[in-house]
């Protein structure tokens, strides 16, 4: 037999790190006639380890029955105090659950923890969209991968992260990129705005990755891209199911790593689990867990096959806030659960005057970011979105609503903003009140749609309705939607976030002071 490894096992919580050395190991090792029976809850993807199954029983005397669950439900079960029924877990990461553990009230360490290989999660595209995504260079970022999803163009499976791990974990990373901090995720930096158009490309409806594959390759014409673990896309690429070998795309803003641990639930078991992990990271094993389910070695004696050599980049930082995951999780859209068209934005530009030059040619930028025309953007307005766009001064000038089908609705909202047509007064209030009236239509045709109205000014009111006016017809139609100036220029500050404040869930964005325009506009198509 070959030299076992020394293997790196760890105890999260006051004990620290433990080092399990060969010494411990002495005399642990060998098959039995009457088996030790270990019952364990794995990931599901783990359904391909099976075949070693039968070699660990015969090397080590140890068998493992096991239960094979989304890795997030796994997850949720030991947390939630339901592992007793079980000696192990093996997961394709053990991050959710500490971040369960250490929610749990008092707290509870993490059980003893050993990684058995590795596997980030990454893109699999159709050529077609490879070519696409790699036009203008090699490196892809989560970024690129959203917009093209925004635009109808992108429409992959993937586990859903409420169950599954390489779902989960692949929300994590899209998220940590469209929040741009460089840091790990915390709950203010989960904006709903900046995934729905990653969203609308989502079409699978698979509660883990083995049905999300299984679902890709039963839909060849429907679907063009799966995101999973590497390993699983490298094994679909070589077994024949495929028209084409889909492109493996490892976005440059990052990727999240699955690491395999092997998790000691009993501690009664601990010879066993000593027994499996050894047998599991000794060097003939790893080999055949590289050649047969295209997983990375861990044990550093184990060169890597060339399909494997390519480094995954940038390992993002896994949120340390269980709030984070709550917050991700709950703004999933699954398909055929969330229609994205139930959100409506009525946004309201000022055309007076004041704006002319540099102060509408800003507006103007920032519709570009949001129509796709700066490049790749997480906010673009994205396949199916509705809107309606109406420019004002001292009357409305100009109302249209646009629904994203194509380019050319997009370069329509463009050419509507090129206008050179101003006017000569800033009739604040009548405009807004023309915007709720435009809103309040919209919830009349489809009865829960959530509608809000982002204003945009840059001077004082002047003509039309005041203030008190317009919250007084406000009471008399009823709530139709928050209400979110954006201030620029010399706008009164205090008038508008006054009048915002009395909308539901309405504010005030000041772009004036710190805020660009563009990111004004991005804060009003959040979570509304």
């Known amino acids: ?15 620290g790190a433990v080092v399990v050395s060969l010494g411990m190991l002495a005399g642990c090792t060998g098959p039995s006639d009457d088996p030790v029976r270990l019952r364990v809850v794995a990931s599901s993807e783990l359904a391909d380890m099976r075949p070693l199954l ?5 090397d080590t005397g140890v068998q493992l029955d096991v239960d ?4 997030v439900d796994a997850s949720d079960a030991i947390a939630e105090g339901n592992h007793d029924r079980f000696d192990l877990a093996w997961l394709s990461s053990d991050h959710y659950l500490e971040l369960r553990l250490r929610g749990r009230k008092p707290s509870a360490p993490l059980p ?3 990684t058995i290989m590795t596997s980030p999660v990454v893109v699999g595209v159709t050529p077609d969209i490879a070519g696409k995504l790699t036009a203008h260079g090699p490196d892809v970022t989560w970024a690129q991968i959203a917009d093209l999803a925004a635009s109808g163009e992108f429409r992959f499976a993937m586990g859903d992260p409420r169950h599954s791990g390489s779902g989960l974990a692949a929300l994590v990373g899209v998220a940590t990129a469209a929040a741009e901090t460089g840091r790990a995720l915390r709950p ?3 904006r709903c705005d900046r995934l729905s158009g990653f969203w609308t490309g989502h079409k699978g409806l698979s509660d883990n990755a083995a049905d999300a594959e299984r679902e890709f390759v039963a839909s060849p014409d429907g679907l063009n891209g799966l995101i999973t673990y590497e390993s699983a896309l490298l094994t679909l690429n070589a077994n024949g199911k495929l028209k084409q070998p889909l492109r493996l795309i490892y976005p440059t803003d990052g990727i999240v790593l699955a690491d395999y641990p092997m998790l000691l639930l009993n501690d009664r078991q601990r010879a066993a689990y000593d027994k499996v992990v050894a047998w599991l990271r000794g060097e003939e094993t790893q080999r055949r867990i590289m050649n047969d389910t295209s997983r990375r070695p861990v044990n550093p004696a184990v060169g890597r ?3 494997l050599t390519r480094s995954i980049g940038n390992a993002l930082f896994y949120p340390d806030d269980i709030n984070v995951i709550v917050k991700l999780q709950n703004n999933f859209r699954a398909p055929g659960n969330t229609d994205p068209t139930r959100r409506y934005v009525v946004f309201v530009l000022d055309y007076s005057g004041s704006m002319r030059g540099l102060r509408i040619e800003a507006l103007r930028a920032a519709f570009a970011e949001l129509t796709g025309a700066s490049g790749s953007s997480f906010v ?3 396949q199916g979105e509705r809107f309606t766009v109406l420019r004002f001064a001292g009357t409305v000038l100009e109302q249209r609503e646009f629904t994203v089908g194509s380019e050319q609705d997009l370069a329509a909202l463009r050419d509507m903003l090129a206008t050179e047509k101003f006017g000569d007064s800033t009739a604040i209030w009548s405009a807004v009140d023309a915007g709720y009236e435009a809103g309040a239509k919209v919830q009349a045709e489809r009865p829960g749609t959530q509608v809000a109205v982002v204003l945009m000014t840059d001077g004082l009111n002047n003509a039309g309705i005041g203030a008190d006016e317009f919250l007084a017809g406000q009471r008399r139609r009823g709530p139709v939607g928050p209400l979110f100036p954006i201030r620029f220029g010399d706008a009164d500050a205090t008038e508008l976030s006054t009048v915002a404040g009395q909308t539901p869930g309405g504010r005030m964005i000041d772009a004036t002071t710190g805020s660009s325009l563009a990111n004004a506009f991005k804060e009003t198509r959040g979570c509304f």
């Open 188 to 190: 203010e930096d989960v």
């Open 305 to 307: 096959t060339d399909r």
């Open 68 to 71: 094979y669950r989304g890795t």
């Open 54 to 58: 039968a070699d660990l029983r015969k």
């Open 112 to 114: 003893l923890s050993t």
């Open 1 to 15: 037999m070959p030299e076992r490894p020394v293997m790196i096992c760890r105890w999260r919580g006051a004990l």
């Open 380 to 382: 673009r307005f994205y």
